[in-house]
């Protein structure tokens, strides 16, 4: 069964430093992986997806995630983090297999200070 | 694009009644939509997955006959919880993945259920 894991639950970072948020994941094939982000009290914001192809991946926001197969990762990346970008994101695995459904981490809450 | 509603935002309800949450794709066509349940500082739980003009897939665990889905059209999925309780008290988002589209899916920004 897929399965997603985010090690850090809540991250800190001050305004202006770079980003990386962690992402493993457990398939048997190559998934699709999407990051999300989720504000308080609001739906999901798709970020970025990789689904083949080029292993770095551009999204929304400025953010950025690279797949590596050997390491089964799909870390989420930002240069430099403003304070709108303190919220929850959830990586997500999907099925290549037709099932459609997606498998989310358990998310991390990340927290800017000024 | 892919813009995904949900009505309404937020409901308070008695214990016993039932409520409807509607999900809707504003810009495209969902052949399937996906019901969603969060509870406070927590991830999404699948609860089912929802198809045009077919019965819904619920996964394990999640009774059919308390949370009534509908997906009457390619742009509108309701969920209707029945007989509500406070233990039903959460957060529930829907997804729509487009018609055609590879298996992304699209959120809408949630309904806040409170039963009393």
């Known amino acids: 069964a897929q399965s997603v894991t985010q090690p850090d639950i809540h991250i800190t970072v001050s305004e202006g430093a770079s980003l990386e948020l962690r992402c493993n994941y457990s398939y048997g094939a190559t998934p699709y992986l999407f990051w999300y982000v989720q504000s308080p009290g609001q739906g999901l914001q798709l970020l970025l997806k990789?689904?083949?192809?080029?292993?770095l991946v551009q999204g929304i926001k400025g953010f950025e995630a690279e797949f590596k197969r050997s390491q089964s990762s799909f870390n989420l990346r930002k240069p430099s983090v403003h304070w709108s970008d303190a919220a929850e994101y959830f990586c997500?695995?999907?099925?290549?297999?037709?099932?459609?459904?997606?498998?989310f981490g358990k998310g991390t809450k990340l927290t800017v200070n000024p | 694009g892919a813009v995904v509603s949900q009505h309404p935002s937020r409901v308070i309800c008695k214990s016993g009644t039932s409520v409807k949450i509607e999900c809707r794709s504003l810009?495209?066509?969902?052949?399937?939509m996906f019901w969603y349940r969060q509870f406070p500082k927590q991830s999404l739980m699948l609860m089912a997955t929802s198809n045009e003009g077919s019965k819904a897939t619920y996964e394990q665990g999640v009774e059919k006959d308390k949370f009534l889905i509908n997906h009457a059209s390619l742009t509108l999925s309701t969920l209707t919880v029945t007989s509500a309780h406070p233990e039903d008290s959460s957060f529930y988002i829907c997804?729509?993945?487009?018609?055609?589209?590879?298996?992304?899916?699209?959120f809408g920004p949630g309904t806040r259920l409170t039963v009393l």
């Open positions: 810009d495209f066509q969902a052949t399937t």
């Open positions: 997804s729509a993945r487009e018609a055609g589209g590879r298996n992304t899916q699209y």
């Open positions: 997500a695995v999907g099925d290549q297999g037709g099932s459609e459904k997606l498998v």
């Open positions: 990789y689904f083949s192809g080029d292993t």
